[in-house]
């Protein structure tokens, strides 16, 4: 497959706009879960592990298919940051969920949660397995130096 830059611009679009008209509504209204939930509403509710597990899991699977079935230039810094997305989201979904004590909150969120994560997902695993240009320099670059310290301060928290 080669590198879809409209389709990659498009996505990324469409979540910004997304993000930006999600934070206006939210300026006017609380989100309905979690504090500001209403509990006599008719929502189907969904146990707070099961949700974030559901919700997170396909930014872990759909970069790890588009991996697996992927041809062409497998670059080690491609796979680098790929494969470090991955370790980000197999926190999120499969260890955190665990942890998480938090209140069953409405399907629709969940659903919500399921759109953008796949999205997400798909974005990242096709601009870095088919976009993405790395130099030889860039294993000493201060960006990736910061981000491994970030994801191994992430990993200590736990």
């Not at 509403?41 to 919700?55: D, E, K, T």
């Not at 670059?75 to 260890?95: E, K, N, P």
């Amino acid at each position: 497959m080669q590198c879809q830059e409209l389709l990659v611009w498009g996505l990324s679009s469409a979540m910004i706009l997304g993000g930006v008209m999600h934070f206006i509504c939210l300026m006017k209204s609380h989100a309905a879960y979690g504090r500001y939930m209403d509990s006599s509403g008719s929502s189907i509710m969904v146990p707070a592990r099961l949700a974030w597990f559901l919700q997170e899991l396909p930014a872990l699977l759909v970069p790890l298919l588009l991996m697996l079935t992927t041809d062409g230039n497998n670059g080690t810094g491609r796979h680098l940051m790929l494969w470090t997305f991955c370790l980000h989201y197999f926190q999120r979904s499969c260890i955190y969920s665990l942890l998480t004590k938090g209140r069953p909150y409405p399907l629709n969120i969940m659903l919500s949660g399921i759109v953008f994560c796949s999205i997400n997902g798909f974005l990242q695993a096709h601009y870095l397995l088919h976009c993405a240009t790395f130099h030889n320099t860039w294993f000493s670059d201060a960006c990736l130096l910061a981000g491994k310290t970030c994801l191994l301060k992430e990993f200590s928290s736990l």
